[in-house]
Each structure stands twice: as C-alpha cells, then as structure tokens.
C-alpha cells in the first residue's frame, strides 16, 4: 500500500500559525488543480483544510513527490514553507482518518461537523479530478466506518452548542443583542441551539441576504447585509464572527465604541490583535472552546478495543482494495499493449490482404485467454504468498459507496 498523510493541527501548532494555512474552497480549487498536472493519472489526492486543521492525503506517489505537493499547498498564498507535523503512512493513516471523522482529535471531542467538512474534501478532490480508485474506497469506507460508530454516541458535542451554552452560563443574554456574522454551517449551529426566547434579540449580516433568510427560516430572527453593518453594529453588545469577514472598518469602530463580547470563530481571524487587547473588548476565540467531558474520557478508554478492531477490519479491506485494484491496472495495461502492438499491426495486414479478417478474430480470442490466464495466475500468486484479502468476494464486503456521504452532515 502507499497511502499517507501529511499536516497540521491543533494539537502541534498555534492558532497564529493554523491561521496563516487556512484555505477556503476556491484556494482549494486551484491547489488541486495544479497539483493534478504534477501526479501520474492513478494517483490520488485530498486536501481537508478546515479550522483546526490543513491535511493532505495522497496514493499512487512517493513521499518525496506528495512532500513536494505540501510544499505548493502551504506556500499557495504567499505563506512561508511550513513542516508538516503529521506524517503517516498505511494502516498509521487510516488510524489517523477514522480518528478524524470521528471527532476524536477534534479540540471539541467527538463533534460531528468534521464529517461532512471530510465529505465536502472527498467531493471537491473528486470533481477536480484528484481521486482515483483506492483513496477514493478509503473515503467511503471510513464514511461508512464512522456512521457506524456514532450512531451509538448519545450526545452531538459542536461548537456552537458549546458558545451558546457559554453565554448562557456568563452573560445576562435577556438584555443583550447578538450579531452572528455569517450563515453556513457554524451560524446555523447558533440558531439551532439558542433557545426561542432569545430569537428576538438576535441578528444575522451575510453576503447574501437570500441565504441569510433561508437560515433563519419562520424564526423572528432580523437578518441584514454586511454592507448595512456599518450604521448599526453598535448597538449590539454580542459579535459572533461565525466566517472570516473582510470588513476594514469593523475593528477601528468597535474599539473606539462602547463594551462589546466579541466571539470570533473564524479561521483566518477577523479581528486584528490591537481590537482583541483593548480595555472595552471581552474576546473570545476558538481555543477558548475546547470540550472533552469526563464521559468522554470513560468512552475513550472503555472502547479503544472496539476501535483497534474496526481499524483492523479497515486495514483488511483496503488490502483487498489494493489488490483489486492492481489486478484491474494489469488487464487495463494488457489491453493498451494489445490495442497499441497488435491492434495496429493487423489493421496494416488487413489493408493489404483483407482475407486476414479471420485472423483478426483468432488473435482477439487468444488475446481475451490470455489476459484472464494471467489475471488468474497473479491471483492465485498473491492468495500463495499469504495475503488472504483476496478469498474476500467484492460482493461480501459492505455496502460502502459514494452515496454513504449523502447521509451526513454537511459543513
């Protein structure tokens, strides 16, 4: 196998530096795009940027090569080379995508987002271009992997379950205005978990007004455009940047203004440090939101077991993958020596004696013989050296494919 995974996070490197490496789907769009015309065309690649996090996971090329891919990802914007802290390879990369998709090197542990932030990464690679057969069943299967295991979880840990939970605990929320600044996923969060009695206070700015009417639905939620903001984001006493936002005069007006909670969420910072420090400003950002519940601690160590042996029924599979895939390359490349060699050679012949036409037909029989003999034979090779992935039928293996993302969530 040569599966591996290079990147960054939260564990090893600061805010100030994960900020510097944070891409949005266009920058993503492009990175892709230029490293397809780098890789052999059976090679794979899957950027997952998101705010915790800058990984890229590769198949089909040697660590140098997806080194080198690392290297125009995080010097894409400008940004100095950076090391990557992770480097996996093989099973130590699967580990380390199954523990992933589950939240479980999340700082909230066990949030659920990451899973469909995982399926918009596989979808983009896809569509680009960058996604070929083995790193493609890898993403599927641990779709179906992690689907599996939380669907035993209780609770749906988030970030903005722990925010709103946040100002519940410290703020006297009743008589205080809430500005969400934004409408993806992380504000639709917010709305999900702000309690009814709160609506009327709260207020979304967005790009788009449409998507913003659309978020709050039939809530008494106001919702305005960013340009609006200018005229009255002081009279809101909570700023929640829920998306990087480039608005030059926000941070001038709220540190010459009245006492704000600012909550900022976003990855590349909206807020520059002079505003974060300033005497009338409480600030917030995503390192103050870490998670991890004593019942986590207890989930954690009572089920690593069962974790290792879902790692291994994954290992197992993508051997079978691998395999499979290998025989599929052989007969692919059998098939252009004889289209490129033989193929041409009789067209030649029958130009010049079209009683060859027979001969034609005997050569395609042989060629079809052939192939399947081989195929056979690499086969039953593979089964003799030990590896027994190979008695496994494609068709006992589960039902794992594309459409296993369409059932989660998207970020």
Request: aromatic residues 8%.
């Amino acid at each position: 196998m040569n599966f591996l995974v290079l990147g960054i996070n939260h564990h090893d490197t600061s805010k100030e530096i994960r900020q510097k490496y944070a891409f949005d789907a266009e920058t993503i769009d492009q990175v892709l795009s230029a490293l397809k015309s780098k890789i052999e065309c059976h090679a794979s690649i899957v950027i997952l940027s998101t705010c915790n996090r800058l990984e890229l996971y590769s198949h089909g090329i040697t660590e140098e090569c997806a080194l080198t891919c690392w290297d125009i990802l995080t010097t894409w914007t400008g940004a100095k080379h950076i090391t990557p802290a992770v480097q996996k390879k093989n099973v130590a990369c699967f580990e380390h995508l199954l523990n992933v998709a589950l939240g479980l090197k999340s700082q909230i542990l066990k949030e659920y987002h990451i899973t469909g932030q995982i399926k918009a990464a596989y979808k983009q690679s896809d569509r680009i271009g960058c996604l070929k057969h083995p790193l493609r069943r890898l993403f599927e299967h641990i779709a179906h992997f992690s689907k599996d295991i939380r669907s035993s979880w209780t609770d749906k840990p988030s970030l903005g379950r722990l925010v709103i939970q946040h100002l519940k605990d410290f703020l006297n929320i009743h008589t205080q205005k809430i500005l969400i600044i934004g409408a993806g996923a992380l504000a639709k969060d917010l709305i999900t978990y702000c309690p009814a009695r709160w609506h009327h206070n709260i207020s979304i700015a967005n790009r788009t007004l449409e998507r913003a009417k659309t978020l709050i639905s039939n809530k008494p939620i106001c919702y305005m455009s960013l340009d609006a903001l200018e005229t009255c984001i002081t009279k809101f006493d909570v700023i929640i940047f829920a998306i990087p936002s480039e608005i030059p005069w926000i941070s001038s007006i709220i540190a010459d203004s009245k006492r704000f909670t600012l909550i900022d969420l976003s990855m590349p910072s909206s807020i520059n440090t002079s505003v974060q420090t300033a005497e009338n400003i409480k600030y917030y950002d995503l390192d103050d939101f870490v998670y991890t519940s004593s019942h986590d601690s207890h989930y954690l160590e009572h089920n690593y077991r069962n974790l290792k042996n879902t790692l291994q029924d994954l290992v197992e599979l993508m051997n079978f993958e691998q395999k499979r895939f290998m025989l599929k390359e052989y007969r692919l490349k059998m098939e252009a020596i004889y289209n490129t060699v033989v193929e041409r050679t009789l067209s030649r012949s029958l130009q010049k004696d079209p009683s060859l036409e027979s001969v034609k037909q005997t050569v395609y029989q042989l060629k079809q013989k052939l192939l399947h003999a081989s195929s056979v034979a690499l086969r039953q090779n593979l089964l003799i050296s030990g590896d027994y992935s190979l008695h496994i039928s494609p068709y006992a293996q589960p039902s794992v494919t594309s459409e296993s993302f369409e059932s989660l969530p998207t970020s």
